[in-house]
């Protein structure tokens, strides 16, 4: 059961946030600390961070951070068992745009002061997720082939059992760029793609990109661009509980971070799995 919004936070504040843009974060103080009663919590590395939202007790969890940030928190309450029970929220701050990207993808204001307010009058919502057949999570989107949008802070490593690894390499290891060996950026690949077992695109035929995103209905809508000849050509759609992806060895960019080569990877949309306190 969900927990009832509660007016005790554990306001998390991410490392990296804290030395990239310490004035955002004073600001996130002043709202959350004006509105409610506040543990305010300064972790100085990852396993710290970890420690601290593993002995939240009772207090409503709150990231004060980027994606990378969110997606630390996601994995250590999915870990243990409570990421279903959770009203998670979160306050965005980053230095780079396509850092904040999941959380504005989710509906989390940009803005700290808009933020720090959803927090305190928001509302837990029921989102899905996806669930991949290695124990990686995604949020906010699935893409193939993973075009890197710049530096990032890590990646995910691709097995549930590897969760710690996760919350505790994020902020130490650099991501690796990826590009054709021509710099020229990822190029056309043959990939199956199947949804709910039938074959949407098979591997006679080039694609540009795919893009998986969970929703809130059960289904992720699923989205895949051929390469054509000429006219450009039309989008290939679905809505499908499951997607399997195969073919060559490919990378894919899951929310923030990037996995593989993998041959073939399976997702499964979770309905409802988890709960983000978003503006009501």
Request: proline letters at 8%; hydrophobic letters at 45%; aromatic letters at 2%.
């Amino acid at each position: 059961m969900t927990e009832v919004a509660s007016d005790q936070l554990l306001v998390v504040v991410d490392p990296f946030a804290r030395r990239t843009d310490g004035e955002s974060v004073r600001i996130a103080k002043d709202v959350l600390c004006a509105g409610a009663r506040v543990k305010w919590c300064l972790p100085e590395g990852p396993e710290e961070f970890v420690r601290v939202l593993e002995r939240r007790g009772s207090r409503r969890p709150v990231v004060v951070g980027d994606d990378h940030a969110l997606l630390r928190a996601v994995a250590v309450l999915e870990r243990h068992g409570e990421l279903d029970g959770c009203a998670l929220a979160l306050v965005p701050v980053g230095v780079r745009p396509a850092t904040l990207s999941v959380g504005r993808s989710l509906g989390v204001p940009s803005g700290t002061v808009a933020a720090a307010r959803a927090v305190l009058e928001g509302a837990p919502r029921r989102l899905d997720l996806l669930a991949d057949d290695a124990g990686g999570l995604v949020l906010g989107a699935l893409r193939i082939p993973a075009a890197d949008p710049g530096p990032a802070r890590g990646r995910a490593p691709a097995r549930r059992g590897r969760y710690r690894s996760l919350v505790l390499g994020a902020l130490v290891r650099p991501a690796r760029v990826l590009a054709d060996p021509a710099g020229d950026g990822p190029g056309p690949s043959r990939l199956r793609v199947e949804t709910d077992g039938a074959t949407l695109v098979d591997l006679d035929q080039p694609v540009r990109a795919v893009t998986v995103v969970p929703g809130s209905t059960g289904r992720a809508d699923v989205e895949v661009r051929p390469v054509s000849v000429g006219a450009e050509a039309a989008p290939l759609q679905a809505a499908a509980r499951t997607v399997t992806v195969s073919g060559a060895d490919f990378r894919y960019r899951a929310d923030a971070t990037v996995a593989g080569p993998v041959r073939t990877r399976t997702w499964t949309v979770r309905p409802g799995a988890w709960n983000l306190t978003l503006p009501t």
